[in-house]
């Protein structure tokens, strides 16, 4: 008999040999010991169990100590929304940038807009042309009237002879004043129809104050109203600019002087400044809106 106790309570287990085995009372105590010490570690592994924590990201133990006595990370700001105003001094200043430019109002029919403009030639050199521009390059009174450069006089620009109501230089002085002015308004009336078709480009209807400066400034400089980056390219980005009529006209006639290449002006008879460019172009635009008031009186007059 063994006694052992167990659970608070003493209590006597029989022991009997085994069979082909050597049985002792200290080999007894030995295995039970070290079944206890086993129910022992399964007890606390089950203890510990409650006291451990798995990492699902990277399987490793979590210290939940540490958990405890950090502060919570604070929440990032979302990038997609957020109710917060913006810091106007915090704001990124944009870069200027040219206004490109952009169709405006509605498509003209080309026959249509073509047809309107060749009347402006009627009349050869008593049309609305003629003694518009002609009276903006000093040639024509602003009744119609021929002045005495209408006969033949030096370009104080190039020096070259000029003749006719459109200063005309490609005479050398072989030809009348009314030939000269038949050979140019020929030349603008087909100017007059790339003026017309980039405009319909656009979409834009020309008045006919933007017609006749036009048709002027391609007199005065051919490049400047018929090149790209010209008159009407410069006229479209005043209107989205927000400037209508006379203020338009102006603007879109000056800065057609600024070579688009180097983007420096190109106006050497007038010194290559905005001043004396700006003033020539006002008071040619001047100069064409007298012209055409008093043509429109005189018709006035006919009726």
């Known amino acids: 008999m063994l006694k052992i106790f167990s659970g608070g309570r003493l209590s006597e287990v029989e022991t009997r040999p085994l069979v082909g085995f050597s049985f002792t009372p200290v080999l007894l105590v030995k295995k039970l010991f070290l079944i206890a010490s086993g129910m022992v570690a399964v007890l606390l592994g089950s203890v510990r169990g409650e006291a451990i924590e798995l990492d699902p990201l990277d399987f490793r133990l979590a ?32 870069p200027r940038q040219i206004a490109q430019p952009q169709p405006l109002g509605k498509a003209v029919a080309p026959r249509t807009a073509q047809s309107a403009i060749a009347t402006l030639f009627d009349g050869g050199s008593d049309s609305l042309v003629a003694k518009t521009v002609g009276h903006a390059e000093g040639t024509r009174t602003a009744a119609g009237g021929r002045t005495r450069a209408y006969y033949g006089h030096i370009d104080p620009g190039n020096g070259v002879w000029n003749l006719g109501s459109f200063s005309y230089q490609h005479c050398y002085r072989q030809c009348t004043p009314e030939e000269a002015d038949d050979r140019q308004l020929q030349r603008l009336r087909n100017q007059s129809k790339i003026i017309q078709q980039k405009a319909a480009d656009y979409g834009m209807q020309l008045s006919l104050e933007e017609k ?11 490049l400047a109203a018929l090149d790209q980056g010209g008159y009407v390219d410069h006229l479209n980005v005043a209107f989205q600019r927000g400037l209508f009529g006379s203020d338009a006209v102006l603007w879109a006639r000056t800065y057609s002087f600024i070579n688009p290449k180097t983007q420096t002006w190109d106006a050497p008879g007038l ?16 100069a064409i809106a007298y012209a055409l008031k008093v043509h429109q009186q005189q018709i006035k007059e006919q009726q």
Do not use: H, Y
């Not at 006749?212 to 051919?222: F, S, V, Y």
């Not at 010194?271 to 001047?286: A, C, K, L, M, V």
């Open 271 to 286: 010194g290559n400044t905005f001043d004396r460019i700006s003033s020539d172009q006002e008071r040619r635009r001047d």
């Open 63 to 94: 210290d939940r100590s540490t958990q405890r006595t950090s502060p919570m990370p604070k929440p990032k700001a979302s990038v997609e929304l957020s109710f917060d105003l913006p810091n106007p001094a915090l704001r990124p200043k944009m």
């Open 212 to 222: 006749l400066n036009g048709i002027d400034l391609a007199n005065q400089a051919p």
